[in-house]
């Protein structure tokens, strides 16, 4: 590999609320994509400085960044972003040639509008003090972490005829406490042939298995199956949980 192909362009963006802890997005004139406002950082600016100028230029407001709220890599196209959490200092919204609508959006229409890469952005920084996420996508879908083989289960669930639904809120067989994590976020029933298989529920972050977002898949024993933060896998007739240290599950 040549120092060009290592090369990755660095872009900033800003989360911006109002004080019904809605966000700012803008809807591109060029693809109608709904996105927070930014763009790359200029040879020789700091990141601020870029930050408060992509902002601007795409808004007409003036910001000034609290905190960072998390780290994302566009891994087909080599582009890290950093995104902030901003609050406005001065200014009037403005259309220009590059934007076409501006909308105050909740947590629920960011998820309907925004691509997956874009809206986690957002829901990140909208999701309280917590540490900055690093996350990692191909420019529309999050890519989920690669598991640990040699990691032990922080959860153990039998399996059986009954199917186990997965996801956020108490009610659920295993409830997932990850922000991540849908309300009720996916299924596993056995099947008809003996085999088990893995439902989406309607997710906002999806289910994976193997790393490809499914809606619906028989699994295996060698399968990986990402949902969150957490790492799940069919194991000696049971399912297998792996989570992250700082994420508590509860099984009913």
Same mark, same amino acid.
């Given at each position: 590999?040549?120092?060009?192909?290592? !090369?990755?362009?660095?872009?900033?963006?800003?989360?911006?609320?109002?004080?019904? +802890?809605?966000?700012?997005?803008?809807?591109?004139?060029?693809?109608?994509?709904?996105?927070?406002?930014?763009?790359?950082?200029?040879?020789?600016?700091?990141?601020?400085?870029?930050?408060?100028?992509?902002?601007?230029?795409?808004?007409?407001?003036? *910001?000034?960044?609290?905190?960072?709220?998390?780290?994302?890599?566009?891994?087909?196209?080599?582009?890290?972003?950093? *995104?902030? !959490?901003?609050?406005?200092? +001065? +200014?009037?919204?403005?259309?220009?040639?590059?934007?076409?609508?501006?909308?105050?959006?909740?947590?629920?229409?960011?998820?309907?509008?925004?691509?997956?890469?874009?809206?986690?952005?957002?829901?990140?920084?909208?999701?309280?003090? !917590? =540490?900055?996420?690093?996350?990692?996508?191909?420019?529309?879908?999050?890519?989920?972490?690669? =598991?640990?083989?040699?990691?032990?289960?922080?959860?153990? *669930? =039998?399996?059986?005829?009954?199917?186990?639904?997965?996801?956020?809120?108490?009610?659920?067989?295993?409830?997932?406490?990850?922000?991540?994590?849908?309300?009720?976020?996916?299924?596993?029933?056995?099947?008809?042939?003996?085999?088990?298989?893995?439902?989406?529920?309607?997710?906002?972050?999806?289910?994976? *298995?193997?790393?490809?977002?499914?809606?619906?898949?028989?699994?295996?024993?060698?399968?990986?199956?990402?949902? +969150?933060?957490?790492?799940?896998?069919?194991?000696?007739?049971?399912?297998?949980?792996?989570?992250?240290?700082?994420?508590?599950?509860?099984?009913?």
């Amino acid at each position: 590999m040549n120092s060009q192909d290592a !090369r990755h362009s660095v872009s900033v963006a800003g989360v911006i609320t109002d004080n019904d +802890g809605r966000a700012l997005l803008f809807q591109r004139r060029e693809n109608h994509q709904w996105e927070p406002p930014g763009g790359v950082l200029a040879p020789g600016e700091t990141i601020h400085d870029g930050l408060c100028r992509e902002i601007r230029e795409e808004t007409g407001l003036d *910001v000034e960044p609290v905190n960072l709220t998390g780290i994302y890599k566009n891994m087909t196209r080599a582009v890290i972003a950093l *995104v902030f !959490r901003c609050k406005i200092t +001065g +200014g009037d919204l403005a259309v220009t040639d590059e934007v076409a609508a501006f909308r105050w959006a909740t947590a629920a229409d960011v998820a309907d509008l925004a691509d997956e890469a874009y809206a986690i952005r957002v829901l990140d920084a909208q999701s309280g003090d !917590r =540490p900055p996420a690093v996350r990692h996508h191909d420019g529309a879908h999050l890519i989920p972490p690669a =598991p640990s083989a040699d990691r032990r289960p922080t959860r153990r *669930v =039998p399996l059986s005829d009954k199917a186990i639904r997965i996801g956020r809120t108490p009610d659920n067989d295993l409830a997932v406490a990850d922000l991540d994590v849908s309300r009720q976020h996916a299924e596993v029933r056995k099947s008809p042939t003996g085999s088990y298989e893995i439902t989406d529920l309607g997710s906002h972050n999806g289910t994976f *298995v193997n790393g490809k977002r499914v809606s619906c898949a028989t699994l295996t024993d060698q399968d990986t199956i990402s949902i +969150g933060h957490s790492t799940f896998r069919l194991a000696e007739g049971e399912l297998w949980q792996f989570a992250d240290d700082d994420r508590q599950t509860r099984a009913h």
